[in-house]
């Protein structure tokens, strides 16, 4: 049973897993020269430089959010153009992908929805679906252009009466990750509940039996095997996010 | 008998976008190391030694809140520059013909340093450094914002090759620097003239 992980569950999660506790941005920074220069000790991870990052990411959030348009597409490209071999990518080794039991597999809804029924995959395969070549950006700088087809979140959300005016949908998954998003961004027309990459059912490595596709934020706003939604105002967080990464990692 | 004109000086905007810029040039060159590392476009990694963040997250923050104040001080400087006529009176390109006359006098370490005008070499130089600014900045962002800034990374050709012409400006500006703080130590006074306003020194 898929679980909503908010953030009271998260503080549970970081005692259970000591890894799961946010990072220090300041970082460990041997330069003396700049030591010096800003008077501070760069490695204490609760300075003030260590709380003003973490200000200017919220800041960073808001900027990104004035500067997204509901309209604009990210750039699409033709089948010549896929990468390939197309490179998988996880918080862990392709060792530990999850094998998710697709008959018993349900995506649970919650939150401010008005039909939180859960739907299995035949009845998601059933509705209508969009195709997308796009570039996949990861937060590390590289990149890959792959093809996904699924059904369009906003479309998806719109079906099951969540509350569009709602600020956040919040992804849980099956491989413990989980990560949020915008309202604005969940409803771009290329935001999509994949079903498929490169023209075939998603296999494990690329999160069977359903991911989100959103290509106008980073690889890491991109989670896989989602088992439940969550429609809500107190944002969900994220896997990374938590730890140090910009939330709103918009492109 | 009327004193003296008082010698030309860095005006106080040059001197705060200079100072300003620098910090954040010097975070984001820095941070941008962390972020190389992970995932090298070269065969090769910056020793973690000598860049900032700690990790990937943390170098982002850096670099991201960096970002800021390069363009905050980038923008004043820009606006100062042409609307107060400095760029044309101070940094005017020279001709190829003096500017390689001077740069021959430059490297055997005989150009004058004349209080208050720039010789070709360094007008040259600053003009050069600032233009490369600009598209680090314009690149920058074109990597950032691949989306809302598309025409901006088509531009550029698309966010593989704006993200290697970010890289290369990174390149150029370190060696900029380079060369910048070797002339400095050579003429200190120019230090003192960056920090007090006073151009060619007390």
Redesign the interface.
């Given at each position: 049973m898929a679980r909503i992980l908010l953030p009271e569950h998260r503080r549970a999660l970081g005692k259970l897993q000591p890894g799961l506790t946010r990072r220090g941005l300041a970082g460990g920074l041997s330069l003396g020269a700049l030591t010096l220069l800003t008077g501070c000790d760069l490695s204490d991870d609760d300075s003030v430089i260590d709380r003003a990052l973490w200000a200017m990411l919220r800041f960073n959030d808001r900027v990104q959010a004035a500067m997204f348009s509901p309209t604009r597409l990210a750039r699409t490209y033709t089948r010549a153009d896929i990468t390939k071999p197309f490179r998988f990518n996880a918080f862990y080794p392709i060792e530990r992908v999850p094998q998710i039991d697709l008959a018993g597999w349900r995506l649970e809804l919650a939150g401010l929805i008005d039909q939180k029924k859960p739907w299995a995959l035949p009845d998601i395969m059933a509705l209508p679906q969009e195709s997308q070549i796009t570039r996949h950006i990861c937060v590390e700088g590289w990149s890959q252009i792959g093809e996904w087809r699924g059904v369009p979140l906003g479309n998806f959300l719109r079906r099951v009466g969540a509350d569009l005016t709602a600020r956040y949908v919040g992804f849980t998954c099956g491989d413990e990750y989980y990560s949020s998003i915008d309202m604005a961004s969940a409803l771009h027309p290329q935001t999509i509940l994949a079903l498929e990459f490169e023209q075939t059912a998603l296999s494990p490595i690329w999160g069977a039996p359903l991911r989100l596709r959103i290509p106008t934020k980073l690889g890491f706003k991109n989670p896989k095997f989602i088992t439940a939604i969550t429609v809500t105002n107190e944002n969900p967080g994220g896997y990374w996010e938590d730890l140090g990464y910009n939330w709103f990692s918009g492109s | 008998m009327t004193p003296l004109a008082p010698p030309p000086r860095h005006h106080i905007v040059v001197r705060l976008s200079h100072w300003v810029g620098a910090?954040a040039m010097?975070?984001l060159i820095?941070s941008g190391w962390?972020?190389?590392n992970?995932?090298p476009?070269l065969p090769f990694r910056i020793p973690g030694?000598?860049?900032?963040?700690?990790?990937?997250?943390?170098?982002?923050?850096?670099h991201?809140?960096a970002m800021?104040l390069l363009m905050a001080s980038g923008a004043m400087y820009l606006a100062y520059g042409f609307a107060s006529g400095h760029f044309r009176r101070d940094l005017a390109l020279p001709s190829v013909g003096e500017f390689t006359g001077e740069m021959a006098a430059a490297l055997r370490l005989n150009l004058p340093h004349d209080a208050g005008r720039y010789n070709a070499v360094q007008r040259v130089f600053y003009a050069g450094v600032v233009a490369i600014a600009v598209l680090a900045v314009l690149t920058g962002l074109a990597i950032w914002?691949?989306?809302?800034f598309?025409p901006l990374?088509?531009l550029f050709g698309?966010?593989?090759t704006a993200?290697k012409l970010h890289f290369t400006m990174m390149v150029l500006i370190v060696g900029f620097l380079l060369i910048h703080l070797v002339l400095v130590a050579i003429v200190p006074r120019t230090l003192l003239g960056m920090i007090t306003g006073k151009r060619g020194g007390v």
């Open positions: - | 910090v010097i975070c820095l962390q972020i190389y992970a995932s476009l030694a000598i860049t900032l963040g700690g990790w990937l997250g943390g170098a982002i923050a850096w991201l809140t800021w914002k691949p989306v809302q598309g990374t088509a698309d966010y593989d993200r």
